[in-house]
């Protein structure tokens, strides 16, 4: 009964001050005296400004969620542009492929690398077809832009390539233009050149590199490279050429192999 006698003094304590507090609002706002008016406009004033900072407040939670929200779908956007852009060019890679394939004059036998190595000047790749597939040790190796190696070593359904640019590699090769032969090869410092032709030979920038024909692996008139740097050492009896591949050799993701000859 105490503790209840306690709790009603307290709530009447607090209902006389809430109706003091009502009384003299009341009596404020319908006070007309000067200094009523003036607490009243600096009380308006006040809280103005305070539901105007609160209103700020607000609306900075808010932007800063709509904001958050945006970056969310623009970061959503992209990496669905990225992957519309990436299929868009695996379409066209893959379509130049078919068309390079259709009108190839020899069986060509698609495949996906695996792996690539460099080890020093050694340079070799990993293909996913093998034995099972038709492939056999010797046959060369293309991507739609011209010659990349050929198969060194076939297992069932894995076959080692040697790249165009290692330093044992070798392919009898021509000018296109002029028809001049000779041998490409990498050098010690890890440059392709086209050996062996002679320097009163007609040489120029451009001039586009093709496979020989002269050798039981690789089949005429293969686009290797173009030349790219033509020197005529002193006293030498070969011109110095270099040359650019046709083909992005540190970029390889699709290549053929040549199989027989279509009849």
Known sequence: MIRWE????????????????????LLIINNKTPQVTWIRSHVLNATGIWNMWMSSIYQYRSLKRENEIIRNRLAAL???????????????????????????????IPASIIVQNYEG???????????????????????????????????DHISVVQVLDDINFRVGAMIQRTRITGIVKN?????????????????????????????????????????????????????LIEITTSVNLNNLE?????????R
């Open 6 to 25: 306690r709790y009603t003094q307290s709530f009447r304590d607090y209902s006389i001050l809430f109706f003091i507090l009502t009384l003299s609002l």
């Open 78 to 108: 992209s990496y669905e542009n990225s992957l519309l852009k990436e299929a868009y060019l695996e379409n066209d890679r893959l379509r130049q492929m078919l068309d390079f394939k259709k009108s190839s004059a020899y069986d060509l």
């Open 121 to 155: 000047f050694s340079h070799a790749i990993l293909l996913d077809i093998g034995t099972s597939d038709g492939v056999q040790p010797g046959m060369p190796v293309l991507a739609s832009k011209g010659l990349v190696g050929r198969v060194v070593t076939a297992g």
């Open 187 to 239: 050098t010690d410092e890890n440059k392709l050149i086209l050996n062996y032709v002679p320097i009163t030979e007609d040489i120029k920038l451009g001039d586009v590199i093709i496979t020989s024909g002269n050798s039981a692996i690789y089949p005429k008139g293969i686009e290797i490279g173009y030349v790219s740097k033509v020197e005529e050492p002193p006293a030498a009896l070969f011109k």
């Open 254 to 262: 699709d290549s053929f192999i040549i199989g027989n000859p279509r």
